[in-house]
């Protein structure tokens, strides 16, 4: 029954957005609060649980964005955006420009948060498409594969480095396979599926930018020279990449050598925060883009003001998408869907995935579905010689499937790139599923290997 009330749950949600045109974060608290009183839990709780889940995912995604979308609007109005797009393009030519935004989105996203390398990247890919005519969402799809992609499978994120420590697995060979898995599964997700996605629905790739944080980006344009240079326009883009990377660098270090805290790591953990990096690289941005090139301050806040005024409608859709999250966790669909596997003796790897995805499915979080999974599947790695990286990897391919109305990720995507509820179901949501699948046959086809 939980997995039935849920199902309706999401139907009623969907007729509500797509037939009766209501308005997206009104709808979410709506549905939110009947699936909490169809799932049983006492009425007086309900709400209490709605404003929890708002709060929660307000308090992490809330800053990353304020402040990534402050830093990607200062770049875009020095010109740094347009600087960085023309310079791509000249060196890997029109032709050959997704090639270069998939390897820029990969490298960035192995340490940054997929929310920070959104957010950070969506601007300069859209001055591209700009600068080249093309579909904003043709670039904007391996974009965000490549993003996900390491999300999912890569340390130092979170869902790979805690189910690692769970499972008790070496996370230097979790790394090294999740790179081989992931490299064949973005281009798979990544290029070849836009080919796919650009034939089935065409409206997606039509109208992607439109009314979006895209527009972040969408600044004047400006003669070449009268832009700032290169160097300092990608060091501006990549400080998080560096703070975060450097953050993580001295923690594997610290936790390998076995030194224990002092106020010097202490330090160095706190800068590597999201929220953190964020709030430095917008200060850094303040000056290299613009006290440094003798822009006025009262013109810089302007930006930042409009750029925060931009996004306050997704960052309320975000925080409702976790109200919908929450009272699914505490309705006790997740727990239902734990007891369901109690005792299986299906193969560890197979089972990790399946569990991952169900979990996943009904309430919504990546997370939480992998760390759930954890606790299920490490009872039967006991005796068993399965490899562990293996099974930490299939995991987070089983947690990020089929993305839906339950997780914030689709919101951002959908909100992100301006799509209709219709075309972020053709594109994000197929494009999750097929990172999954194919994370999972990766798994599979290793395991003969290793």
Same mark, same amino acid.
Not at 65 to 72: N, P, R, T, V, Y
Not at 363 to 375: E, F, I, K, R, Y
Not at 394 to 409: K, L
Not at 431 to 448: A, H, K, P, R
């Given at each position: ?230 160097? #300092? *326009? =990608?060091? &501006?883009?990549?400080?998080? %990449?560096?703070? $975060?990377?450097?953050?993580?660098? /001295?923690? +594997? ?114 997370? #939480? *579905? =992998?760390? &759930?999974?954890?606790?299920? %599947?490490?009872? $039967?790695?006991?005796?068993?010689? /399965?490899? +562990? ?62």
């Amino acid at each position: 029954m939980p997995l039935i009330i849920t199902a309706l749950g999401i139907l009623l949600l969907l007729i509500m957005i797509m037939k009766f045109k209501m308005n997206t974060m009104i709808t979410l608290v709506v549905v939110s609060f009947l699936l909490g009183l169809a799932l049983g839990m006492p009425v007086t709780e309900i709400m209490g649980s709605i404003e929890a889940g708002l709060g929660s995912t307000i308090a992490s995604t809330g800053l990353i964005f304020g402040f990534g979308a402050i830093l990607g609007k200062l770049i875009a109005d020095a010109g740094g955006a347009q600087r960085i797009a023309m310079t791509l393009i000249d060196k890997f030519g029109e032709k050959r420009v997704q090639w270069a935004v998939i390897l820029t989105s990969f490298i960035l996203g192995i340490a940054l948060f997929f929310e920070v390398g959104l957010v950070l990247l969506i601007p300069i890919v859209y001055q591209i498409a700009k600068q080249t005519k093309i579909s904003f969402l043709w670039l904007g799809l391996p974009m965000a594969t490549a993003l996900s992609t390491t999300h999912a499978f890569l340390p130092p994120h979170p869902g790979p480095t805690v189910i690692a420590d769970q499972y008790g697995a070496n996370i230097g060979m979790v790394l090294l396979y999740g790179i081989i898995i992931a490299i064949p599964t973005i281009l798979i997700a990544g290029p070849l599926f836009t080919v796919v996605a650009r034939k089935f629905v065409p409206s997606a790739f039509e109208r992607a930018g439109e009314g979006s944080i895209a527009k972040l980006g969408d600044a004047k344009q400006f003669k070449l020279e009268d832009t700032p240079g290169f160097g #300092v *326009s =990608a060091f &501006t883009a990549l400080f998080p %990449v560096i703070l $975060m990377g450097l953050s993580t660098i /001295v923690t +594997l270090v610290k936790d390998t050598v076995g030194l224990e805290n002092n106020l010097f790591f202490d330090i160095i953990a706190t800068l590597g925060t999201p929220s953190m990096v964020m709030l430095l690289s917008v200060l850094l941005s303040i000056y290299t883009m613009g006290i440094a090139r003798k822009i006025p301050m009262t013109d810089l806040m302007e930006s930042a003001e409009n750029s925060v005024k931009a996004i306050g409608m997704l960052l309320l859709i975000l925080g409702v998408s976790g109200s919908l999250k929450e009272v699914l966790m505490d309705g006790g669909v997740g727990d239902y869907v734990a007891q369901i596997f109690e005792g299986s003796t299906i193969s560890p790897i197979f089972l990790a995935w399946l569990i991952a995805a169900i979990i996943r499915l009904a309430q919504g979080s990546a997370t #939480v *579905s =992998a760390l &759930t999974t954890a606790g299920l %599947v490490l009872p $039967m790695l006991a005796g068993s010689d /399965v490899n +562990l990286a293996l099974v930490v990897l299939a995991t987070g391919a089983g947690s990020i499937i089929a993305s839906h109305v339950n997780d914030t990720g689709f919101w951002i995507v959908k909100e992100s790139f301006g799509l209709s509820m219709k075309e972020t179901f053709g594109t994000w949501t197929v494009l999750e599923t097929l990172i999954s699948v194919c994370g999972l046959v990766f798994v599979l086809l290793l395991s003969l290997f290793v």
